[in-house]
């Protein structure tokens, strides 16, 4: 699961940025409007946390500049003005949440849960298929019960592919998802890590489709 | 004494100048007449004397001869003050006397002491006229003439009198007549100056009336046609009233912004002190919370002072109900939203778009986060059949079929800051903000126990008909 946050003051950048890592995302930062949509706009984010007070740009009209250019990721709106004036005004403009300032960096963690939930269509915070169990709300996956350790990348590889279950998730797909704009590329680890996952979940629910990329079965055909 | 009325002074001083001519003209005007009397009795006592002089002369034997008669009956009226005498100036005749042609008969044979040729001279040797005490010490006016009758040497002197009474009366009549004409005349002048006043001042009473709607919050501007003497002031004050409110708006937009970019750094304050059980972390938190507090305050209180300035706005309701029920079906898709009732879209709110979107935000929010599967919102405009209070109220009801509140958590609901359920997310606020509201625009909330199962908030808004 990949996040833009595009915040200008650095300290909150910083903060949630770290509180987003620690939930296991791949997070890029942008720090003023014009950048944040030029980011916004070439990389694929399954969701962005979006200022509305920017320099260079508001966040409104970054919002309303993709929205117009057919980026659909759900995007959460961070904002002072607490009037609902404004918060319609920051809706109407495409934004699917908003988070009024002051706010606990939690609160912003459990919306973008939920925003990323909605748009893939999961109701719940806890994602099952067969005998795995993912708590996208702890960052933890058992198996059967039994708790599994996995590195970060593990865990992002796992979410987003349950996230998508049914579907089949390309190899480029994945690194575009599972890591940030600065890292050297390369398709073929993707390959090595899904080899471990399978191992550490000891199911084969992981199913490659040959020259396409990845499928996990969705939770109604898992049983 | 300060005279701060402009009607007053003029009125002060148009009073001041009617008494002074008046009384001038009452004066001047009862001088002349009186002289013109005066001069007119003098004519009249003067004709007597001719008269007089003409009908009575002197024998050989030095005794006066003669039937004198002045036709006028007051000088047989005893002590009339119509009287005259012929009198020789020679002792020696006098003596002879006790002839009834020396007096008339008005007299009484009283004498009448005249004053010496020395203290009034007789004019060419001749004639004189002067004032004079009568008999009883009537004011008397008096002509008399010394003339010779008979053989030559011997003088008479022909005293004619009149009593001044007539004269006095005459006059006083006459000033009497004046002064009740130049009361009227004054009055009447006064009452004039007063209504030309009156109907002069009448556009600086407008413009009095016009300030007071500015200041009763009834208008934002000084209305109406004004006269050019006072046009430039009421354009200049309207100017003022203008500058007055830009820097009022700049003033409370700063403050806006001040408030909200503070924000963030207390955003950051709170996060950074997140670690638990440690005490410098608390204090930050504890401070961050108390400059959040303020914020809020002066955030609510540029609100409110806001909205004194908007008595001019009228919002259409169905266009917010559906922008607000859009933004509210993206933010719950999982919600049903159900709008009812007038949708005509000829409900007008007399208020401002942002108040109307700020209580049907906070109510919607509320509805949605406790509803479980719907929410319902209706609009009914000013029902004819209800003669109270509500009868020009928009009312607009926002369900949900939500676990819905019992009848003595419903009364502390709308207790400032009271938040009934802990456990769901969000400031708690929303129904006290919505009341303040409300009821800044005199309105009405009410909660009830909706047919969805949940609760039901009933709000009433002024309407523009």
Known sequence: MRILVVEDDKDLNRQLVEALTEAGYVVDTAYDGEEGHFLGDTEPYDAVILDIGLPEMDGISVLEAWRREKRKMPVLILTARDRWSDKVSGIDAGADDYVTKPFHVEEVLARIRALIRRSVGIASSEIEIGPIRLDTKLSRVSVDGKNIKLTALEFRLLSYIMHHQGKVVSRTELVEHLYDQDFDRDSNTIEVFVGRLRKKLATDLIETVRGLGYRIQSADNAD | ?465
């Open chain 2, 1 to 465: 004494m300060r005279i701060n009325s402009l009607a007053t002074r003029f009125l002060a001083i148009s009073a001041l100048w009617s008494i002074i001519a008046l009384v001038v003209t009452a004066l001047l005007l009862t001088t002349l007449y009186k002289n013109n009397a005066q001069k007119n009795f003098e004519g009249l006592l003067s004709a007597h004397l001719y008269n007089l002089m003409g009908a009575v002369d002197r024998d050989e034997a030095g005794v006066l001869v003669g039937s004198p008669n002045l036709g006028d009956p007051h000088f047989q009226q005893p002590f009339s003050g119509w009287y005259w005498s012929v009198l020789p100036l020679d002792k020696a005749v006098q003596s002879k006397g006790g002839n009834h042609l020396v007096r008339s008969p008005s007299m009484g044979g009283e004498n009448l002491n005249t004053p010496d040729a020395g203290k009034v001279a007789f004019k060419d040797g001749f004639l004189r006229t002067f004032q004079m005490a009568g008999i009883q010490g009537e004011s008397l006016t008096a002509v008399e003439a010394q003339i010779f009758l008979g053989e030559g040497d011997h003088l008479y002197r022909f005293l004619v009198t009149g009593n001044n009474a007539a004269l006095d009366l005459e006059t006083s009549e006459f000033t009497k007549n004046l002064v009740i004409f130049l009361a009227l005349f004054g009055l009447g002048m006064v009452i004039s100056t007063f209504v030309i006043i009156k109907f002069g001042l009448r556009p600086l009473n407008r413009a009095k009336g016009a300030l007071n709607a500015i200041r009763n919050g009834e208008a934002e501007r000084l209305e109406g046609e004004f006269p050019d003497e006072i046009a430039p002031l009421i354009s200049e004050m309207n100017a003022l009233i203008d500058a007055n409110k830009t820097v009022l708006e700049r003033a409370r937009t700063q403050v806006g912004n001040l408030a909200h970019a503070l924000k963030t750094p207390i955003s950051v304050l709170k996060n950074e002190a997140r670690a638990p059980g440690d005490d410098l972390a608390q204090l930050v938190d504890e401070q961050a919370d108390n400059m959040q507090e303020h914020v809020q305050r002066y955030l609510d209180r540029a609100r409110i002072a806001a909205q004194v300035g908007s008595i001019n706005a009228r919002t259409p309701v169905l266009p917010v109900v559906e922008r607000m029920l859009r933004v509210m079906q993206r933010l719950n898709p999982q919600l049903q939203y159900e709008q009812i009732g007038d949708d005509s879209g000829a409900l007008i709110f007399r208020g401002e778009q942002q108040d109307l979107e700020e209580v049907l935000g906070n109510l919607i929010e509320n509805a949605s986060r406790f509803a479980s599967e719907q929410v319902r919102i209706s609009i009914s405009g000013p029902s004819q059949t209800d003669a109270k209070s509500k009868s020009s109220m928009i009312e607009l009801a926002i369900e949900d079929d939500g676990p819905g509140l019992s009848k003595s958590q419903q009364s502390e609901a709308l207790k400032r800051g009271r938040r009934l359920d802990e456990s769901k997310p969000g400031s708690g606020l929303g129904l006290s903000i919505v009341d303040d509201i409300v009821h800044e625009y005199a309105g009405q909330v009410e909660l009830s126990k909706s047919q969805l199962g949940g609760l039901k908030v009933s709000i009433y808004l002024p309407s523009i008909k």
